[in-house]
């Protein structure tokens, strides 16, 4: 599913105080969250860690499944497409964590899917201007 953005949603993410990797990766996250949630998405858990593994950027349910999140955000395809960005170590540990969280949470047995939400958009000074959401359903 891929939406253009209309005017109020990029302006309500455009500012950035400090544009270093962590802070253009929340402002992804947060584009993405508020995307999900208007599409019908219930947001559960905002950047997971355990252990080892790392994170999970968002962890929501729709309908009948539990949806771990991948996001990616990027301003240029010179390094590839922001799926392109999740390889197989990736995939693996965040695979890892989402069992950790269904035990954590102690959920049981649930139907599981692996999304990636790519974000393209382009930097303006201290700005992020985004352009396109592009959410990827069982991506893996």
């Given at each position: ?15 950035v105080?400090?544009m ?5 990766g ?14 019908g ?11 080892r593994?790392g ?26 497409t922001?799926?392109e960005a ?5 995939r693996?540990k965040i695979?890892?964590?989402a069992?950790t ?5 102690n959920?049981g ?18 700005e992020f201007?985004?352009?396109n959401?592009?959410?990827?359903r069982?991506?893996?």
């Amino acid at each position: 599913m891929s939406a253009s953005l209309t005017t109020a949603l990029k302006k309500q993410y455009c500012m950035v105080e400090s544009m270093n990797k962590r802070g253009f990766g929340s402002i992804g996250e947060n584009i993405a969250t508020d995307y999900l949630e208007k599409n019908g998405f219930t947001i559960l858990d905002r950047n997971y860690r355990s252990g080892r593994y790392g994170e999970i950027d968002i962890i929501a349910s729709e309908n009948e499944y539990i949806c771990f999140i991948e996001v990616k955000t990027r301003t240029s395809s010179l390094f590839g497409t922001p799926i392109e960005a999740v390889g197989y170590e990736k995939r693996q540990k965040i695979k890892a964590l989402a069992w950790t969280y269904i035990k954590y949470k102690n959920l049981g047995v649930r139907n599981m899917r692996f999304d990636i939400v790519e974000i393209t958009g382009r930097r303006r000074n201290e700005e992020f201007l985004p352009d396109n959401i592009n959410l990827v359903r069982n991506a893996f």
